[in-house]
């Protein structure tokens, strides 16, 4: 048993438990487990809290970006832009539709996609960028708005870490084309097992992403296009509309949480986390960039403190995408924060002494 976890996903039912088992009840004793009631009124719940018009849910977080790409008519032949420090899926979900992915490099203090190398990959064949709110940071939208109108391209914003993020006062995933969430039980709003969203403000992508998701059918038995079964359930949604009403109150203790980190641990050999002054960051993760990574992080764990490496190897590189031809050396930046991240435990219920536990072993560290 770890004294501190790095998260802790089970506080969140202990303390709704009343609330969430009777959520499950109903939906149990209802008969209705697919595309039911708690399903629909969960769709405009999100859209309401994302300010999006449509919101239509999705079996994962790795669907709703699959989902949306093919709504948004990419395919074979295309290139979407990335990140290359992210998780698999966002890129995994280019290929999945048949494109190519292409990897541009990260901002050094944000580890979110650059704008400026963004643009330099951009060629004929590129259809869309997707910019990841990384850790629950929103990446520099403005930037990339721009060049999808000069460049006349998609912008789907992978949102999966950052359900209740702000960019200029704009909710995270309901700024451009597409904005795709996950509700992965880790996730701010996690559920009891998989499930994620797609929302936007254009009716014709709503409409398409509705469409594939339900097999490419609108009338029972008839098919119009070859889709995909990919559905939020009924207990998920349940669940999850409970805890949305949670998520801001959840948000605000990581927030909190994570300026006492960022307070206590400066003037030591770390970089921080930055957190831009136009943006609500909600600390799906809060890490850290530390020359000593390893050593740190096998301290840490010699004391109880669970750590976490987000992420151990960037996309370009990974075995999956060795077709794709880069070579170490190709993205720095994302290499260099790939060697060097480590995540600290932070959760809305991470309790205060545990907290300091964290930095008193941090300080510890960089005293020897
Ligand atoms: C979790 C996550 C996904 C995929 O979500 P799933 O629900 O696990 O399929 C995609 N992108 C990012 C950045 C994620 O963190």
Redesign the pocket.
Known sequence: MTAVPLMNIRAQYEALERELLSAAKRVLSSGKYINGEEGRQFEKELAAFTNTRYAVSTA??????ILALHACGVGRGDEVITSPF??F??AE?IARVGATPVFADIDDKTFNLDPEKTAEKITVKTKAIIP?H?FGQPAEMDAFLALARKHHLYVIE?A??ALGAEYKAQPAGGIADAG?F???PT?NLGGFG???MVVTNNPEVAEKVRLLALHGSRKKYFHETIGYNSRLDEIQAAVLRIKLKYITEWNNRRREKAAIYSEELQGLDLNLPAELPHVRHVY?LFVLQSKKRQGLGKFLQKKGIATGHYYPRPLHLQTAFASLGYQEGDLPVAEAASQCSLALPLFPELAEADQMKVIQAIREFHSQ
């Open positions: 994962n977080g790795t669907d709703a970006l992210t998780f899926a966002s979900a990841v990384l992978d999966c870490q795709c996950s509700f992965f996730k998989d499930g994620g799906h």
